[in-house]
């Protein structure tokens, strides 16, 4: 059984927050380092985590270009990626870059910690499916949006304003505007409000 240690890299400071709750209350004697990016990560206190779970979308390098950079520091820590990110060529690439497992953050409390549980215990996760599955038409949801976009989605579901949003992106008022109704076009919903429950349901914020 591997150690009850794990280091939690993610940018969003509530989501780390959540799940922390997450693993405190399904691990019994768990510890838990949190990083908002990989430069953080790499000056953790936390010597010889038994696990890894990090996010794809983290500013700077990104999780996927970070998994090498992880199983070098920390080689028998399994990396498990935990994104709201979860196309087929997403979780194909961090599965052939080295992750252990890939888990969507749309998973219940209950499916992560069992995807953990499995990996300290040294047993197989089972790939996703969508992993090897055919593109069946139709562009994903994640890809209609921009970067910026998707930034804007993120910060219009924790619900701030578009002014708030202009403020945290640098962005006039006027600008984020017309990003939002891009984001609603994109998702086919009509309100902020809907766009969240949108975005949620398939899988693209936590």
Same mark, same amino acid.
């Given at each position: 059984?591997?150690?009850?240690?794990?280091? /939690?890299?993610?940018?969003?400071a509530m989501f780390r927050c959540g799940l922390r709750m997450v693993l405190t209350s399904g691990i019994p004697d768990v510890e838990v380092a949190e990083a908002g990016s990989l430069e953080e990560a790499m000056k953790t206190g936390l010597a010889d985590p038994g696990l890894v779970l990090l996010d794809i979308q983290l500013h700077g390098l990104n999780g996927l270009e970070g998994i090498a950079l992880v199983r070098r520091k920390w080689p028998e820590a399994p990396v498990v990626i935990l994104s709201s990110d979860a196309t087929p060529q997403s979780v194909r690439l961090a599965l052939d870059r080295g992750a252990a497992a890939f888990v969507s953050k749309a998973e219940t409390a209950d499916n992560i910690l069992a995807v953990i549980e499995k990996l300290r215990r040294g047993q197989e996760v089972e790939t996703p499916a969508r992993a090897d599955a055919q593109p069946t038409g139709g562009e994903p949801p994640r890809q209609l949006l921009?970067? =910026?976009?998707?930034?804007? $989605?993120? /910060? $219009?579901?924790?619900?701030?304003?578009?002014?708030?949003?202009?403020? =945290?992106?640098? $962005?006039?008022?006027?600008?984020?505007?017309?990003?939002?109704q891009a984001v609603l076009a994109a998702l086919e919903v009509s309100s902020r409000s809907e766009a969240g429950f949108a975005a949620r349901r398939r899988g693209l914020v936590s």
């Open positions: 059984m591997l150690p009850a240690k794990i280091l /939690l890299i993610d940018d969003h921009t970067p =910026r976009q998707f930034e804007v $989605l993120d /910060l $219009l579901c924790q619900g701030l304003s578009n002014k708030v949003i202009g403020r =945290r992106l640098n $962005l006039s008022e006027n600008t984020v505007r017309g990003h939002v």
